[in-house]
């Protein structure tokens, strides 16, 4: 049984939200619903939940956010609840495993759920990672940035590499679609070292996961499972390398 706890300052919608979880999801026990900092600290301490849903903006000026940075230690996943997407750049601060903007979409609603699952059984209880990180090598995780167009949420799953743009990034996803934002390559290749990315050129850092095949030479290429081949410069090759013979 995966112990829940509500946190929504807004009756009503705290309400639509019980009524979801307890309608939809029998294997969710809801074990309290807070409104306010105080109240939720009490209540995590009490009850030690599984699955945190927290709502970004209580009674003012108090937030969610309130709640996670007076906790001495976070072991818990937490899905944000917000009508203000605003809040989604420090929500993934945060690594939220999730953020929903209101109203609530039960699909939506469902696959946060699921997401949960998964990565409850890829985790023993021994080994569960603080709310404060990401997971390393959890390709499953989500990654929020923006572009000209707003704010953008992948699976970092399906990233197959980024490519500098002069002070910009293009994310090449899988299917073909591309991103560019506004961050460097450097930038980029610091958020995604953890799930296993390699910087292989100064124009380039590849997701192992998608490496299909590296050809040796002078530094060598890649062919990526898009059927991209990216050249390999002799500085990072050795890296490249060492990180192959992991695979």
Request: charged fraction near 25%; charge should be negative.
């Amino acid at each position: 049984m995966i112990k829940a706890l509500i946190i929504e300052d807004q009756p009503n919608i705290a309400a639509h939200l019980h009524n979801l979880l307890t309608t939809n999801f029998s294997d969710i026990q809801i074990v309290g619903v807070c409104d306010t900092v105080s109240t939720s600290l009490d209540a995590i301490k009490q009850h030690h939940p599984d699955l945190v849903f927290m709502d970004v903006e209580l009674t003012h000026p108090e937030t969610g956010f309130d709640i996670l940075r007076k906790l001495t230690s976070i072991d818990f996943k937490v899905i944000f609840t917000t009508a203000h997407n605003q809040y989604a750049i420090q929500a993934i601060k945060f690594s939220a495993l999730d953020f929903l903007l209101k109203p609530i979409d039960e699909d939506e609603l469902r696959e946060a759920i699921q997401r949960f699952v998964s990565s409850q059984k890829r985790t023993s209880p021994e080994q569960k990672e603080s709310l404060l990180t990401y997971s390393p090598g959890d390709q499953n995780s989500r990654m929020g940035f923006a572009d000209l167009n707003g704010l953008n949420f992948v699976k970092v799953g399906d990233i197959i590499f980024c490519e500098a743009e002069s002070s910009q990034t293009a994310i090449h996803m899988a299917g073909g679609k591309k991103y560019v934002v506004s961050r460097t390559l450097k930038d980029c290749e610091d958020n995604l070292t953890p799930f296993d990315f390699c910087r292989i050129h100064k124009s380039y850092v590849i997701n192992m996961l998608h490496l299909e095949k590296y050809q040796k030479g002078d530094g060598g290429y890649v062919i990526l499972s898009n059927g991209k081949q990216l050249d390999v410069s002799k500085t990072y090759k050795d890296d490249l390398v060492a990180r192959f013979r992991k695979l």
